[in-house]
């Protein structure tokens, strides 16, 4: 029995399947530490201005590591900006639960998006796929990924706090960030702000729902302006 237990972790050790485990976990890990090495070095420079070797530098790593874990420099910049995307999304998302109004809502979902450059950088891999239509792919489930976790997260507050949504969760989702991305890149071009963009955005988007209190409020309304017709007919 004791030998036993003796060369069991050893054969567990060399089993293929666990050796198969280890490489993946150890890829996944090389492939994380390369997209936050390049990420910042493609914000601050460029697709164009960032070469392979100062990724691998800065990521501590071969630059044949960058090509087989990605083939090309593009499809890694695509890849991180889809990345960073989603991450902006989580961070929007977590800004605004503690909301409680939909106007609350609106503007924290907008003034966390337009404090980042996230999107401007996402937008770059939009332009880039339209050359490179092997990339598509990726910029297509990142962006099914975005409405779909967006929707959720909206539908999630309006049953939470009992709000009237004047739109389909779906549909206010694909509306925010088709707004987002348009807003940003205008508001890019011209040199404008982060405030500034915000404004532009709720300018935009208007009003999304109306909470409990305004329903109700607008009932109580109605109610009195009705009953104070019939009064005045009588």
Same mark, same amino acid.
């Given at each position: 029995?004791?030998?036993?237990?003796?060369?069991?972790?050893?054969?567990?050790?060399?089993?293929?399947?666990?050796?198969?485990?280890?490489?993946?976990?150890?890829?996944?890990?090389?492939?994380?530490?390369?997209?936050?090495?390049?990420?910042?070095?493609?914000?601050?420079?460029?697709?164009?201005?960032?070469?392979?070797?100062?990724?691998?530098?800065?990521?501590?790593?071969?630059?044949?590591?960058?090509?087989?874990?990605? @083939? %090309?420099? $593009?499809? /890694?910049?695509? *890849?991180? #900006?889809?990345?960073?995307?989603?991450?902006? =999304? +989580?961070?929007?998302?977590?800004?605004?639960?503690?909301?409680?109004?939909?106007?609350?809502?609106?503007?924290?979902?907008?003034?966390?998006?337009?404090?980042?450059?996230?999107?401007?950088?996402?937008?770059?891999?939009?332009?880039?796929?339209?050359?490179?239509?092997?990339?598509?792919?990726?910029?297509? @489930? %990142?962006? $099914?990924? /975005?409405?779909? *976790?967006? #929707?959720?997260?909206?539908?999630?507050?309006? =049953? +939470?706090?009992?709000?009237?949504?004047?739109?389909?969760?779906?549909?206010?989702?694909?509306?925010?960030?088709?707004?987002?991305?348009?807003?940003?890149?205008?508001?890019?071009?011209?040199?404008?702000?982060?405030?500034?963009?915000?404004?532009?955005?709720?300018?935009?988007?208007?009003?999304?729902?109306?909470?409990?209190?305004?329903?109700?409020?607008?009932?109580?309304?109605?109610?009195?302006?009705?009953?104070?017709?019939?009064?005045?007919?009588?």
């Amino acid at each position: 029995m004791a030998e036993k237990s003796v060369h069991g972790p050893l054969e567990a050790a060399g089993d293929p399947k666990h050796a198969a485990r280890a490489t993946r976990s150890a890829g996944r890990k090389m492939r994380s530490l390369l997209l936050d090495a390049a990420s910042p070095l493609f914000r601050e420079r460029g697709l164009s201005g960032t070469a392979i070797t100062d990724i691998a530098a800065a990521a501590d790593a071969f630059p044949s590591q960058i090509t087989y874990y990605f @083939r %090309t420099k $593009e499809a /890694l910049f695509v *890849e991180c #900006a889809c990345r960073e995307l989603l991450y902006l =999304a +989580r961070a929007t998302e977590q800004a605004a639960l503690t909301a409680r109004t939909p106007r609350d809502y609106t503007r924290a979902l907008a003034e966390t998006v337009t404090a980042s450059d996230s999107v401007a950088f996402f937008a770059e891999a939009l332009s880039l796929t339209r050359r490179r239509q092997d990339l598509a792919p990726l910029v297509e @489930r %990142t962006i $099914e990924r /975005l409405h779909g *976790e967006g #929707a959720r997260a909206y539908a999630s507050q309006v =049953a +939470r706090h009992g709000w009237r949504s004047l739109r389909a969760p779906d549909e206010s989702s694909r509306r925010f960030w088709a707004v987002a991305i348009g807003v940003i890149l205008e508001g890019y071009a011209m040199g404008r702000s982060p405030d500034e963009l915000c404004a532009e955005m709720l300018r935009v988007l208007g009003e999304q729902a109306k909470s409990a209190s305004d329903t109700a409020r607008l009932r109580l309304v109605d109610e009195r302006d009705a009953s104070g017709s019939s009064n005045e007919e009588g």
